[in-house]
């Protein structure tokens, strides 16, 4: 039997049909419900993501708007259709209902904050909608800060004087910050004003692989120092420099890094399916369990296993939702 896991970030929203059918159906999505249901997933992330940086500043704002609509209907109709198996976490006692009875908490997140605008009430407004995590940027810049770059001067850039605000009213609201695609900057600004625990939802250990989404080891001590967590990306290109194949053994590369930096404490899953290319020997949550045997062999206890699939998640989560 599977351990339980939650997973915090996936893209799947984008390859629904409008139906929101996830039983595979469609042949095109890596998370199915079956696959949730075999690899023990208790919650799942579900990103709905807008690059906003990609369209015409002219029109970005209405393109935003089309885009987020669009996969938010994919989560409405997914949700619909599979209400029967899947329900959604908005509050900390939601979690409570997380992997019982059979059912599968569905956590609804905004990726690239840029798509909620200049407005600091709007960030309410997708509150409402059920939006409980937002990473605040992808990979260009946006009203609330700057994304990872391989410019020096770039990567020293962080929040705007309204991305400031709007982490301060993520929090008042019990909306998770997730500083996945930020710069160094706009991570060091977010643990100095964060008052919660925060996350990286899909970032490694830059040390090990060069990628500039991933972090530095002084990062990964931070975030660990103030109770957050980071996601296990499993894109060849954040495992590995030069790779195109996703491994298991760099994966467990990986983890063992950011557990001698970080410790136990930090470590989460953050698969980023569908949302990466390559040849992947984790190819969708029922092969977790694969992952987990390999871990155990290279000497992750049981209970730093069961830390990693979903009780450090869950701790962070419960800090941070109201």
């Keep these: 039997m599977a351990r339980k896991a939650y997973d915090l970030h996936c893209d799947t929203l984008m390859k629904l049909a409008k139906n ?38 002219f029109c970005r704002g209405a393109l935003s708007g089309l885009m987020f609509r669009k996969l938010y209907k994919n989560y409405q109709a997914m949700m619909a259709r599979h209400g029967d198996a899947l329900f959604p976490v908005l509050r900390a006692a939601d979690l409570d209902r997380a992997g019982k009875d059979g059912k599968i908490g569905v956590l609804l997140t905004i990726e690239d904050g840029g798509v909620m605008g200049n407005w600091l009430e709007n960030v309410r407004k997708y509150y409402d909608m059920g939006v409980r995590l937002v990473t605040l940027t992808w ?54 004003l964060a008052r919660k625990p925060f996350v990286a939802s899909h970032s490694n250990a830059r040390a090990v692989c060069g990628h500039t989404r991933n972090m530095r080891d002084d990062m990964i001590r931070l975030l660990a120092d103030k109770g957050g967590v980071m996601g296990l990306n499993i894109g060849p290109a954040f495992l590995a420099d030069g790779s195109e194949v996703s491994r298991v ?44 045997d390999a871990l155990s062999r290279a000497g992750l206890s049981e209970d730093e296993l069961e830390q990693m699939w979903w009780s450090n998640a869950d701790r962070v989560l419960r800090a941070a939702l109201a």
């Design 139 to 192: 990979n260009h810049p946006n009203f609330i800060g700057h994304p990872h770059s391989g410019d020096p001067e770039a990567m020293g850039r962080g929040l705007t004087d309204y991305g400031r605000q709007v982490v301060s009213e993520m929090e008042r609201l019990g909306m998770v910050i997730d500083v996945s695609h930020g710069s160094d900057g706009l991570f060091f600004q977010v643990a100095e």
């Design 249 to 292: 053994e760099d994966m467990v590369r990986q983890i063992l890094h950011i557990r001698r930096v970080g410790g136990s404490g930090v470590l989460a899953l953050g698969s980023d399916f569908d949302g990466i290319h390559g040849d992947l020997e984790i190819a969708g949550p029922q092969d977790w369990p694969r992952l987990a």
């Design 20 to 57: 929101g059918d996830l039983d595979g159906g469609n042949g095109k999505a890596m998370v199915t419900l079956a696959g949730l249901r075999q690899g023990g997933v208790a919650l799942q992330c579900f990103a709905d993501f807008v690059p906003t940086g990609m369209f015409p500043k």
